[in-house]
């Protein structure tokens, strides 16, 4: 059984652009949650989509935005990047909530 | 609102001997507990969960971890460390039912001496 997908593993992007990262949770799975992780704030987390809606938020300006697809496949975005937006982003599904959340090995994301 | 504290964002062990990994919690409800392992460059595994059955909990890799309510603990514990385990290890805290919403502690690197 496939684990959790995040791609893509690596990237640089520019101050003031945009990014989308793509995560594709274990089949069978429809709860997918997302998490910053840094040196300086830890985990936190950002959002979860359950069957297409957004179910939970963390506490993340507008400019971090998610959705989820029909196929639970998830994509987060962040808009007009910051320097502090550099981080690892970890993706997690799991059946529903509560239970087990299996995390993706992660995209670092780094703005310069 | 819930909370995580781990008591040392460092600790080192020799070899075949006792670990200890200290996680107290701050929650309003009966909370749902995990303990998730991660290695350099990779996503956090998890070691073991308590969701209100038996409050000692054994784990993946000889783990296991007590949950004190009187205490707000969840302490992990091995008995006796491996080379293999030196990794950061995080406790986390759910409250919301039916959602995956975690509260991560700042974490533990555990260091073991040859």
């Known amino acids: 059984k496939a684990g959790v997908t995040q791609t893509p593993r690596y990237l640089i992007k520019t101050r003031g652009q945009q990014v989308t990262l793509s995560c594709s949770p274990i089949s069978g799975h429809r709860s997918v949650s997302w998490y910053q992780q840094t040196p300086g704030q830890g985990l936190q987390f950002l959002f979860e989509?359950?069957?297409?809606?957004?179910?939970n938020k963390g506490n993340f300006p507008g400019r971090f935005s998610g959705r989820q697809f029909s196929n639970s496949r998830s994509e987060m975005n962040v808009s007009t990047l910051e320097l502090g937006d550099s981080a690892l982003y970890l993706c997690?599904?799991?059946?529903?909530?509560?239970?087990?959340?299996?995390f993706g090995q992660g995209t670092r994301l780094t703005v310069v | 609102a819930q909370s995580v504290t781990q008591l040392g964002s460092h600790v080192s062990v020799s070899e075949g001997a006792l670990v200890l990994l200290r996680c107290n919690y701050s929650?309003?409800?009966?909370?749902?507990l995990f303990w998730y392992v991660q290695y350099p460059n990779q996503g956090l595994q998890l070691l073991l969960k308590y969701t209100s059955a038996a409050t000692l909990v054994k784990g993946i890799n000889g783990f296991e971890a007590e949950f004190k309510k009187s205490e707000t603990s969840f302490h992990l514990t091995k008995p006796s460390a491996h080379m293999s385990d030196a990794a950061e290890y995080f406790c986390a805290v759910s409250e919301i039912q039916g959602a995956q919403k975690l509260v991560f502690g700042q974490g533990t690197r555990l260091t073991i001496n040859p």
């Open positions: 929650s309003s409800v009966p909370p749902y």
């Open positions: 989509y359950f069957s297409e809606t957004q179910r």
């Open positions: 997690a599904s799991s059946v529903s909530g509560n239970t087990e959340a299996f």
